[in-house]
């Protein structure tokens, strides 16, 4: 399928043309949402890999980043890009498709298939908009677990993710404990930073802020607010690197000229960078989407409902939890630092429950949970051989 960039981000009427699988659900009862509104039918767009054994007891729910998608492994439909996790998904890698069931969908108020602001509300038979209800990472969740029962899955193997993934998974260890059987947060937290909440407001009020943004009706214009969507991606992706890897790749190195231009073209490789990025990024998300999907980010605060006590999110009954945890951090992201996923161990630690963490050395930021990594792979690799050996997991025929 090609998709022009004036059609880029799929149009809603192409979303089933894309590669991979489509459910929809809660047609007959809607979705509760922790708004209090519900949601339903509710359409979910997935990829697999690998082959569910007999037991079903081999499955990994991969749970994707803000400007992820379920394309993990598969090259991806617009950009041509390769899968996204492709270095730690597939056969023979650290999540070996040999031996597990891979699943990733596209979250709930995604771009990629599954019901968002871009999807047609059937109520009105246009686009949501604006008028899509606010979500958040439970309610993610909560689809994915219709997902989960829709593929006969009784309990999940393992449920990973890094950044907002890692929120996916700390939420499906503390809302379904007797459906996972280990958890793996990377690069995450309990709760979203007020940096973290600063950083997105800037991403929300630049696209907001663009003339062609039209209220979040810009699909009935016909139009889409690409540059400020483009100036959301940019402010964000500084964050997701480290001030070494910059240094690094770019320094003060001028972009094609071997002198100061005195104006306002990209003068530095960096600012060339960066522009690219956010130009490519217009091309596969929606600028609604992003908005729905930092606001989720933003609303996440785990021990929010527990009186504020982190250890009590992993209480079942009184009883600790059975799902059993490996963190993992990374030394130079200053946008998730280890402190946060140290929280996180601590108050595990303090009810005994089944946990390990580790913090990889690395110079990459946040973003080096997607990059080549050989420790982090190991680490993954590890956690899950350490699980089948404690489960008897066969592997797949």
Known sequence: MTVSRDNAAVAPEEARQL??????LAADRPMPLESGASLGPVTIAYTTHGTLNAEASNAILVCHALTGDQYMLDRHPVTGKPGWWELAVGPGRAIDT???????????????????PKEVDPATGKPYGMGFPVITIADMVRAQKLLVDHLGIDKLFCVIGGSMGAMQVLQ?????PDRVYGAMPIAGAARHSAQNIAFHEVGRQAIMADPDWHGGDYLLQGVRPTGGLSVARMAAHITYLSETALHRKF??????RRALGFGFDADFQV??????????????????????ITRAMDYFDLPARYGGNLQDCFRVDGKVTPVRFCLVS??????????????????????????SSVEIESDKGHDAFLLDEPQFHAVLGGFLDGLAEHRGLKAAP
């Open 271 to 292: 600012e060339s960078y960066l522009r690219h990025q956010g130009f490519t990024f217009v091309d596969r998300f929606d600028a609604n989407s992003y908005l729905y």
């Open 330 to 355: 990374f030394s130079s992201d200053w946008l998730f630092p280890t402190r946060e996923s140290r929280r996180i161990v601590h108050a595990l630690n303090a009810i005994a429950a089944n946990v």
């Open 98 to 116: 040999d031996r597990y069931f891979v699943i990733c969908a596209n979250v709930l108020g995604g771009c990629m298939g599954t019901t968002g």
């Open 172 to 176: 499906w260890a503390v809302d379904y």
């Open 19 to 24: 590669p991979g699988h489509f459910v929809t």
């Open 251 to 256: 320094g003060r190195n001028l972009q094609d």
